[in-house]
């Protein structure tokens, strides 16, 4: 059993950066890959990011690359995910998720946080 918790959302001016992070708690944290997802009003959720459990593969729905970054730091049990150069288009609730298997299908996970808004606006 996994539990996640995100945290770092906010409101940020267009071109701005924010990092999310994902807290998880439970045994066994590196041998879960890790992925962001985000969820924008009106729209289905969507992939944005996705780490092996070693942090040693990542995915990156193609959209995103070069602004997202995902990390973890398996010695604090959390997952980041670095947005830089962020847009309006980025607002959407993102949320964690964990399974035993790196995929980019959300279907896929197991486990889920319960969400962190961000709003990118002037």
């Known amino acids: 059993q996994v539990q996640l918790e995100e945290s770092g959302g906010g409101l940020v001016q267009p071109g701005g950066s924010l990092r999310l992070s994902c807290a998880a708690s439970?045994?066994?944290?590196?041998?879960?890959?890790m992925a962001w997802f985000r969820q924008a009003p009106g729209k289905e959720r969507e992939f944005a990011a996705a780490?092996?459990?070693?942090?040693?593969?990542?995915y990156y729905a193609d959209s995103l690359k070069g602004r997202f970054t995902i990390s973890r730091d398996n010695a604090k049990n959390i997952v980041y995910l670095q947005m830089i150069s962020l847009k309006p288009e980025d607002s959407a609730v993102y949320y964690c998720?964990?399974?035993?298997?790196?995929?980019?299908?959300?279907?896929?996970?197991?486990?889920w946080g319960q969400g962190t808004q961000v709003t990118v606006s002037s």
């Open positions: 998720a964990a399974d035993r298997v790196l995929t980019i299908v959300q279907f896929a996970y197991d486990y």
């Open positions: 439970g045994r066994s944290f590196s041998s879960y890959a």
């Open positions: 780490i092996a459990g070693s942090g040693g593969r990542t």
